[in-house]
């Protein structure tokens, strides 16, 4: 069955610090989806970014990076000079191809705590 | 705009008393799930529809019903509450499967 794990349940930084969320995560499907979202205190998820196991390119969104490495299957997400509104907890996601459902297989999130 | 809504966003109410949350969204969406938010057991889907009238199954289905008679409805229905349905729910829309899912603002639940 496929699992996510962030290893990581807390972290603190100070603003303007780099900060990277790590993502493992397992599953036996060839054809599979990878997600990352924000949950700021307001509680509402808010989608960040999507990822097919095809295509293992990294991206960068403004001061948000993400390094999909499937030799690891890892999918990490990285923000750069940190700000306070980052505060967030953040999950990463993965969805298989064979699961009719659409179903998203959650970790268990990062709580980010940015302190100015 | 593009959204997904929810109603009530907070709901306390008594073991057994039937209630329906609400779900609808404006994407013309195939995809629609409910998920269920719980401290240190993280978000779970519940329910799931494809399209009109075709529902299934998640991981945690019981105690739950749903029914898709519109493509932008998709209500959850619990027919008799219990205290361990107590938790934040969410529902969510896809364009198609292994697309992202739009989720609406939650409703809190509480069952005393």
Same mark, same amino acid.
């Given at each position: 069955a496929q699992k996510v794990t962030q290893a990581q349940t807390e972290i603190s930084v100070v603003e303007k610090e780099d900060v990277t969320l790590d993502c493992v995560y397992e599953t036996r499907d060839t054809t599979y989806y990878l997600f990352w979202y924000k949950q700021p205190p307001s509680g509402e998820l808010v989608f960040l970014i999507r990822r097919n196991s095809f295509d293992e390119q990294n991206e960068i969104s403004g001061r948000y990076s993400w390094n999909f490495q499937k030799s690891t299957s890892s999918f990490n997400f990285t923000i750069t000079a940190?700000? $306070? $509104?980052?505060s967030a907890v953040y999950f990463c996601a993965l969805s298989e191809a064979v699961d009719a459902g659409n179903m998203l297989t959650f970790g268990g999130g990062t709580r980010l705590m940015v302190k100015p | 705009e593009a959204q997904v809504t929810q109603n009530p966003r907070y709901l306390i109410t008594v073991t057994g008393k039937k209630l329906t949350v609400t779900c609808s969204q404006?994407?013309?969406?195939?995809y629609m799930s409910w998920y269920r938010q719980d401290p240190g057991l993280g978000l779970r889907q519940i329910y799931y529809s494809m399209n009109v009238e075709v529902t299934d199954k998640g991981d945690v289905p019981e105690g739950y019903k749903v029914s898709r008679k519109e493509k932008r409805n998709f209500p959850l229905i619990l027919e008799s509450p219990s205290p361990n349905q107590t938790s934040l729910y969410f529902c969510a829309s896809s364009f198609q499967e292994g697309t992202e899912q739009f989720f609406g603002p939650g409703t809190r639940l509480t069952v005393l």
């Open positions: 940190s700000q $306070v $509104v980052d | 404006n994407m013309n969406h195939e």
